[in-house]
């Protein structure tokens, strides 16, 4: 879940120090890259090594290291995180980081800091019900600080009391917690439709195309990425379910708008499926076998049902629709007139008959609109994918 995040791990000085050891492994495992700084007092309860060991970085200690500072500098550590988090969080730290201190490497990080910030604090009871302590508190909240803890229990000093820092397990939900609900998309439910549908003429042959579904699936992922809940209703392919997606298989295009219509509601639909337009209108229970006395086979097709517009006319129609237009020839009339029947809100239109789409891991498109068109540069279809989330994005940005 937080795969590709970057976390800057800073550890100051207290006992608890030796459950940051058990956080930067929990933090690895949900795929976080942590980077650390261990302040001199949190030298004092876990060594450099251990925390290097774990993290599989170099750990940070010394504002004036001469080689730290020319290889990674305290400046561009402070901003290519996406989120610091200290803990354990010590009275001291926190006091400094309140009065805008630069002591050391861990403050002076701080203070140069446009990131945002989680705290953990733990520390005695009295040093935690200090007025003080307090005060710093409530700075750090009006500065958008998050505070983790402390919770509640014996402490090392003896004393039973409000001070303990967190555990481990815990400041990883909250740290979950954090990127889920910053996300702009969280809350919004996306259902995305992709790959090809076979549509059977025989208990073996069906109507197909070429369709890999691999812009659907990286649309979809895109999406979770940004925050959605999304539902992935995909034809045969040989791809696997996107990680976080509820994916339902289909094969045809009656079950693909089934299954469609019972995902309902939801906020934004994209139609990236190569839908059939046809099928067989009488499936045959044996195999059509090839006889000597015939030399052509005569087949009765009757149209698709119409999901793109069955979506864009439904009762509980998605905020937002939209379809693909996969054309060999006249893309820019086609689309537009697609835009006109389907009476969805954008279509995304690609040239199939060039630079072999199907199949490929490259795209190049166009997003029509209804007062306005964007082409896109050829680019893979992950990229195109996150363009392609940007600009629904910022859909319900101005929707606002």
Known sequence: MLTGKKILLIISGGIAAYKSLALIRLLKKSGADVRCILTNGGSQFVTPLSVAALSEEHVFTDLWSLKDESEMGHIRLSREADLILIAPASANLMAQMAHGLAEDLASTTLLASN????????????????????????????????????ADGDMACGEFGTGRMSEPEDILSAVKNYFESNKPLAGKHAIVTSGPTFEPLDPVRFIGNRSSGKQGHAIATALIDMGASVTYITGPTALPAPLGAKTVHVETAKEMLSVTQDALP????????????????????????????????????????????????????????????????????NAKAKLSSKQCDWIIGNNVGENNVFGSDQNKITLFKRDNQKEFEIADKTTIARDIADEIIHYFKIQK
């Open 266 to 333: 939801a906020d934004i639909c994209v139609c990236a499926a190569a839908v059939s337009d046809w099928r067989s209108d009488a499936i045959a229970t044996q195999k059509l076998k090839k006889t000597k006395s015939e030399d052509s086979l005569t087949l009765t097709l009757v149209k698709n049902p119409d999901i793109l517009h069955t979506l864009s006319t439904h009762k509980n129609r998605p905020t937002l629709v939209i379809g693909f237009a996969a054309e060999t020839q006249n893309l820019d009339d």
């Open 115 to 150: 990131r945002p910030i989680m705290i953990c604090p733990a520390m005695n009871p009295m040093m935690w019900a200090h007025k003080a302590t307090q005060d710093n508190l409530q700075t750090l909240i009006k500065r958008d600080v998050t505070i983790i803890g402390p």
